[in-house]
């Protein structure tokens, strides 16, 4: 039988050992509330006022900012070449990431090589890419319209032409996204089970389309419901390309480009934290509808 002493000492062991995980995780949960919590509050303290970068006061002015936006034609057009931009990421990214990843999956000597080489653009810093492109484009010294005269055609300015500059922007990004979605095709490729061709070659599914439909594209759903969501993603937060490239010429305003206009070249920054939290909303609204729209159509092995 315990003394009273040795009950104590028992419980004081318990209460401890109920505080050392709470104690293990603060750190780390005092620096998501530092780096992500405090800054969203303030974000939407902010987007209530008419607060100006370096001002000393600030009013609060309610549903203002929001009703401004829906009245801001610079904006809206904002909306429109980002959402056109995302259409035109994704897809193209997305395919090349799977046709790249099924061409080099079956590789043995040469499979390092090729992942390497798609790989480099997603570890390379965009600004100076972008630079690069900026002379690959250029309509007179460029390579890409100097080949293109070889066969006839006039050359085009890929980069101030207001029909041809999203369509470019969105080319660099899928250019630069699509190594990633590369990557994570390769580890879904790897994950499907060899049985299941060896199963379908038995049922007479021996052609290569027959395989991809029945089994490596339905085995590949959790995978690409997860390089979609993560490209949608990054799509809308094209900024670089067009801070180096256009800053914003033409047809190629996009939402962040917007909102850091806003912020730190006219100082208004309520109202960029407006223009922030619909651009989060954007966000969370496609990830969301994805992942309820596609999710019960995924086969989770």
């Known amino acids: 039988m315990n003394t009273p002493g040795q009950q104590a000492r028992v419980q004081g062991t318990r209460h401890s050992g109920n505080w050392?995980?709470?104690?293990?995780?603060?750190?780390?949960?005092?620096?998501?509330?530092?780096?992500?919590v405090i800054p969203i509050i303030c974000l939407v303290l902010l987007s209530f006022t008419d607060y100006e970068?370096?001002?000393?006061e600030m009013r609060w002015i309610g549903w203002n900012n929001f009703a401004r936006i829906t009245q801001d034609a610079v904006f809206l057009r904002s909306i429109h070449n980002t959402l056109l931009y995302v259409a035109l990421v994704i897809p193209t990214s997305v395919v090349l990431g799977l046709v790249f990843a099924m061409?080099?999956?079956?590789r043995r000597a040469t499979r390092s090589l090729y992942e390497v080489i798609y790989f480099l653009p997603v570890t390379s810093t965009l600004i100076a890419m972008a630079t690069v492109w900026q002379f690959l484009l250029h309509p007179k010294l460029g390579p890409v319209n100097q080949?293109?005269?070889q066969f006839g055609l006039t050359s085009q300015a890929f980069i101030t032409d207001p029909n041809w500059v999203l369509p470019t922007l969105a080319m660099i990004g899928a250019w630069q996204i699509v190594g990633f979605n590369m990557i994570l095709f390769l580890a879904g490729l790897s994950n499907i089970p060899r049985e299941l061709y060896d199963a379908a070659a038995v049922d007479g599914a021996n052609g290569w389309l027959d395989r991809f439909t029945r089994i490596t594209w339905p085995q590949l759903?959790?995978?690409?419901?997860?390089?979609v969501i993560t490209t949608c993603i990054t799509a809308f937060k094209v900024f670089d390309t067009v801070a180096t490239l256009t800053q914003g010429r033409g047809e190629s305003e996009v939402l962040l480009y917007a909102i850091y206009l806003e912020g730190f070249q006219y100082f208004k920054m309520g109202y960029a934290s407006a223009l922030t939290l619909v651009f989060l909303a954007f966000?969370?609204?496609?990830?969301?509808?994805?992942?309820?729209h596609w999710d019960r159509k995924v086969h989770y092995a």
């Open 103 to 106: 061409l080099i999956h079956s």
């Open 283 to 292: 966000i969370l609204v496609c990830a969301v509808w994805q992942m309820r």
């Open 20 to 36: 050392a995980p709470l104690g293990l995780a603060a750190p780390a949960a005092l620096l998501l509330i530092l780096l992500y």
């Open 53 to 56: 970068l370096g001002a000393l």
């Open 221 to 227: 759903g959790p995978t690409t419901l997860f390089v």
């Open 147 to 149: 080949f293109l005269q």
